[in-house]
């Protein structure tokens, strides 16, 4: 198993960092204390829970307000909370027992918090998603991103002064990013520009923490509204599951709430679902907590075992109707479900198909319909999926109907609603008459090489296939998402520099379950120049659709990069 790595940092003296940064050449153009420094004070949230005040004040001073530095100006999720405690713990020595520190994550996240509208746009960040960032700001181009998510920046409300200060605080502790990121631009220009208006002089850090604090302050609308309105959920219950792994394909089953005795908002969780595809069935145990009101973190196990722990990083709707998010494991938190859960009520709800394409002019295609409170019989008449689809044969088991269908050669291709005994499924299905192109998702992908010293990142991909539309154009707003198909999986090379071989080294995937699991970290001595295994290759999926007759091919790109090797954890010893 491999080793945590945690990263051993040497406290610098504060007269020490002033030297370096007063050293630096005027010509870097230093960043001027913001003015902020010298405004009015700012005016934060006071903090009155004692834990968190014994906790802190020993560094945080509160002040004639209740107001503790740094901490009263500021509001972030758990996550954020527990970050700067770990942080305070390997940085500034703080010393401080678990159940303390749980207490002050959910003190502070409950009364410094988020409210809905603003934790929405850094979801990505805390469910551990790997793709693209849409948030877009001229201002931040090469500053907050040049050393992690912009996820963690957008899950952050602060003052004005306290963001400059969160600038500060990252020259002092880490001054090589000075050279990296906050002087690297060198001066600004001082010539008048074309319409002969002056430039702005500030320097790109101060104009970050001053975008920063205009377009994400401490006090906001939406957390006066919230705050004033929040109480716990009430999610005790039972909720139909219905979710997503990437390679495993859809799952569904429920999920059981209990609350915890002589708490508001603290859950035990019994989970059952069944992977639709395989078959396979899954039975976890597990406990939540709930933080300001709607953002769900839990862990669960199958039969307690650790190996099997799933985080759990939900999102719960300010109705209490549906609840949703990401669970997951692994080195890299990389392995995981996407969750969608509802309030069961006792009429028969459809939660899900195990397939979702029927192809014009088939008979005797068979189809596996999840549903809640499912009805003690069926006959073919109560199941309906529009013109040109008849039911032949239909049986309930369980929470499962079987059912077999007949589908027109000149049946409409499009979406198609689901009624089970009177109850709709919208877009349940979709009819098309052939498969014109397959496309893999993600579209890139990344991993990471380990299994000497670090962990390995494992990539895991999906294929799936669409029809032209209506205008028999690919790739045009007017495509059919069919279904997921069951693919053989392949690499190839990548050509991005000449004769690297990336293919040979980097890793392989099972050509069965996408699955790909990047080479050992470290200098390969078989490989030119004892590189090491990274490298850049395309994943190929290629798949034969009923009647065709030569395979569809789709592709992603893969890069399989270093380790994470740097990682804060002050609860383990070097």
């Known amino acids: 198993m491999a080793k945590t790595v945690r990263l051993s940092v040497v406290a610098l003296s504060s007269a020490w960092a002033l030297a370096l940064m007063l050293s630096a050449s005027p010509s870097a153009q230093a960043p001027a204390a913001p003015a902020a420094a010298t405004a009015k004070p700012d005016v934060g949230i006071p903090v009155t829970d004692q834990v968190v005040i014994k906790a802190c004040s020993g560094c945080h001073r509160p002040d004639d307000k209740q107001q503790l530095s740094r901490i009263s100006f500021r509001r972030t999720t758990p996550e954020g909370w527990e970050r700067t405690i770990t942080r305070m713990m390997a940085l500034n020595n703080l010393k401080i027992d678990a159940q303390t ?27 551990k998603r790997l793709g693209d960032e849409s948030f877009k700001a001229e201002e931040l181009n090469g500053m907050c991103d040049s050393c992690h998510a912009l996820g963690r920046v957008l899950g952050q409300q ?24 906050f002087r690297r631009m060198g001066p600004a220009p001082r010539d008048r520009d074309a319409s002969g208006r002056l430039p702005d002089l500030r320097h790109p850090s101060e104009k970050a923490a001053d975008f920063l604090g205009e377009r994400f302050p401490l006090q906001t609308k939406e957390w006066a509204a919230w705050s004033a309105s929040m109480r716990p959920a009430r999610i005790d219950g039972t909720w139909t599951l219905s979710g997503w792994e990437t390679s495993k394909g859809p799952i569904y089953g429920k999920l059981v709430l209990t609350p915890v005795a002589g708490s508001t908002d603290e859950f035990t969780s019994t989970t059952t679902y069944t992977y639709a595809r395989s078959g396979e069935q899954v039975s976890r145990t597990g406990r939540v907590s709930v933080y300001t009101g709607f953002q769900w973190r839990g862990r669960s196990t199958v039969g307690g075992a650790d190996a099997s722990a799933l985080r759990e990083v939900m999102f719960i709707e300010p109705d209490w109707s549906s ?13 995981g479900l996407d969750v969608t859960l509802q309030r069961a009520g006792a009429t028969t709800t459809v939660v899900g198909l195990d397939h979702t394409g029927l192809r014009t002019g088939a008979n005797g295609q068979t189809l596996k319909i999840y549903v809640a409170n499912p009805p003690a019989s069926i006959a073919p008449r109560d199941l309906d999926f529009g013109p040109g689809v008849t039911v032949s044969a239909v049986t309930v ?13 000149t049946a409409a291709v499009g979406p198609r609603s689901l009624v089970v005994a009177g109850t709709v499924k919208p877009a349940a299905v979709t009819v098309y008459d052939k498969v014109d192109s397959l496309r893999v998702t993600p579209s890139w992908n990344m991993a990471r090489v380990g299994g000497v010293v670090f962990p390995k990142m494992l990539a895991r991909f999906d294929a799936w296939a669409y029809n032209n539309g209506p205008d028999k154009k690919p790739g045009t707003a007017d495509d059919l998402k069919i279904e997921a198909v069951a693919a053989s999986w392949a690499v190839e090379e990548y050509k991005a520099t000449f004769d690297d071989e990336d293919i040979k080294f980097v890793g392989s995937i099972d050509a069965a379950t996408s699955v790909f699991t990047p080479n050992v970290d470290g200098p390969n001595p078989q490989r030119k120049g004892e590189r090491n295994n990274m490298g850049d290759v395309w994943v190929v999926a290629s798949y034969t659709p009923p009647g065709a007759s030569a395979p569809l091919k789709g592709r992603s790109h893969l890069l399989v990069t270093a380790p994470l090797y740097m990682k804060f954890d002050p609860t383990v010893t070097p």
């Open 158 to 181: 602060r003052t004005t002064q306290d963001w400059h200060l969160l600038i500060s605080m990252h020259r002092g502790w880490y001054p090589i990013i000075d050279r990296q990121t």
């Open 397 to 409: 088991a369980g929470d499962v109907i079987s059912a077999t269908v007949d589908v027109a050669g």
């Open 323 to 335: 609840i949703s998010g990401r669970w997951f494991m692994g080195g890299y938190d990389e392995i």
């Open 101 to 127: 520190a749980r207490a002050v994550v959910k003190s502070l996240s409950n009364s410094h918090g988020l409210a809905p509208e603003e934790a929405r746009r850094s979801l990505y960040e805390v469910e």
